[in-house]
């Protein structure tokens, strides 16, 4: 871990969305040195999925050394933003690093994303880290250290990256055109960087993206407050770079990166907008909730249907379903299954009662799973888990990842069956 060495101390530090996560690392690391810490962060009232409020953060700051100033800011009520960064100045004489943390996230297709949604984005990413940027840039402009980092990717313009979540990335894109934009206009005043992880980031969102699992193919917080903390001891001279966390902690020395993994030795997933590694681009896209449309064409079924482990599996499915299930789920599942009794199956969840059946469902699947017939009857058993399964491309999956992760809770249920 790179060492703190009190460079920060006495200086304010304004982090958005600082009650959990990342923003909060970046906080607490800076804490450390013995920083001000300005936690604005919309959670005052505990989230009964997402740990962590501002008040919560301000406790843990102020227990190793920072001091704290919890305000109540979404970032896309200006009026909030103006009044948060006056308590600051009022309360710590002014504002030396801001960090643009806050961000809201759907990995869904054009179609699929509501327009509140595409609101939402817009109007936290791009604008949220615009008008925060705009209230702050007066008082860094004051600062020796002045430095304003967003979370944000580099701006690859490979189409890969806009097909599936093309709301996503404008909005994500918007916050790194921040820094391209005020890193000039700032030049030699302000210092304005992004900052992006290589891989990963254990979070709770990420858990909600994910699903059970995933974070054994994550790497901890920690890597991001490492390299924050890196480029605040850098000079104003240091402006308009798009960083990527390794890269930056690699120039510090750092060689052992095991240390940041939530299970060292384990693969990582490559962080969205990274070409690095182009051959699981697509798949980890799909992994992490992307929700492709279901035009592909699909290999016509067999006529008859086929008689088998994979017909037994499905029966014992049938056998399983109530509308219980179906209430809980309200998914469509379409499964693509190649080699000995293969075709096309199908898992309703969706109509009363629910249903089973060989061939296409009367309705559009909301997730096609392809996969050898072997595979699914390990996975439903409870001898291949659905995760390995897809990070070792065994299978693949087309839809909504949600729905997805939703099925293999079911399945857990099911395993004690099959």
């Known amino acids: 871990m790179l060492p703190n060495t009190g460079k920060l101390a006495g200086c304010t530090v304004f982090v958005t ?3 959990r996560g990342i923003g909060k690392a970046i906080a607490l690391k800076a804490a450390k040195d013995g920083a001000n810490i300005v936690i ?3 959670t005052a009232q505990a989230h009964p999925k997402l740990p962590g409020t501002i008040y919560t953060a301000a406790e843990e700051i102020e227990a190793v050394g920072g001091k704290a100033l919890p ?3 979404d970032v896309r009520d200006e009026q909030q933003i103006t009044d948060a960064v006056e308590k600051a100045v009022e309360k710590f004489g002014g504002i030396d690093i801001l960090v643009n943390n806050a961000s809201a996230i759907s990995l869904t297709n054009t179609l699929e994303t509501p327009t509140k949604r595409v609101d939402l984005m817009m109007n936290v990413n791009t ?3 615009y008008l925060t940027s705009k209230a702050c840039i007066p008082y860094l402009k004051k600062s020796k250290i002045a430095h304003i980092l967003n979370l944000s990717p580099p701006l690859n313009l490979n189409p890969v990256w806009f097909k599936q979540h093309c709301a996503y990335t404008i909005a994500k894109y918007g916050m790194s055109m921040c820094v391209l934009g005020m890193a000039e206009e700032f030049k030699g005043e302000i210092a304005v960087n992004a900052l992006w992880p290589k891989t990963a980031i254990h979070t ?3 858990d909600m993206l994910g699903g059970s699992g995933v974070e054994s193919q994550c790497r901890k917080v920690d890597i991001i407050a490492d ?4 480029i605040f001891k850098k000079p104003k001279s240091f402006t308009g770079n798009f960083i990527i966390d390794e890269n930056i902690l690699k120039e510090e020395g750092i060689k052992n990166f095991d240390i940041y993994a939530v299970k060292p030795g384990h693969p990582l997933i490559p962080d969205f907008f990274l070409d690095e590694q182009p051959d699981i681009i697509t798949k980890k896209v799909e992994a992490l909730g992307a929700t492709l449309q279901l035009k592909e064409e699909r290999p016509k079924p067999q006529t008859k249907p086929c008689s088998g482990a994979v017909e037994e599996t499905f029966r014992i499915v049938k056998d399983s379903l109530s509308d219980d299930v179906v209430k809980a789920t309200q998914a469509i599942y379409l499964f693509e299954l190649s080699g000995e009794d293969g075709g096309t199956w199908f898992l309703d969840l969706k109509s009363k009662g629910g249903n ?5 469902p009367s309705d559009q699947a909301d997730v096609v799973m392809s996969m050898s017939t072997d595979d699914f009857v390990k996975m439903f058993s409870g001898k291949l888990k659905p995760t390995m399964a897809f990070m ?3 299978l693949k999956i087309k839809g909504n990842m949600a729905l997805a992760i939703k099925l293999e809770k079911l399945m857990n249920q099911m395993n004690a069956r099959l």
């Open 17 to 19: 969305g600082a009650s």
């Open 227 to 230: 390299a924050a903390y890196s």
């Open 204 to 206: 709770a969102a990420m």
């Open 71 to 73: 305000c109540i800011v």
């Open 392 to 394: 070792s491309g065994k």
């Open 356 to 360: 089973v059946g060989y061939g296409e």
């Open 40 to 42: 604005a962060a919309k």
């Open 127 to 129: 604008r949220g880290t």
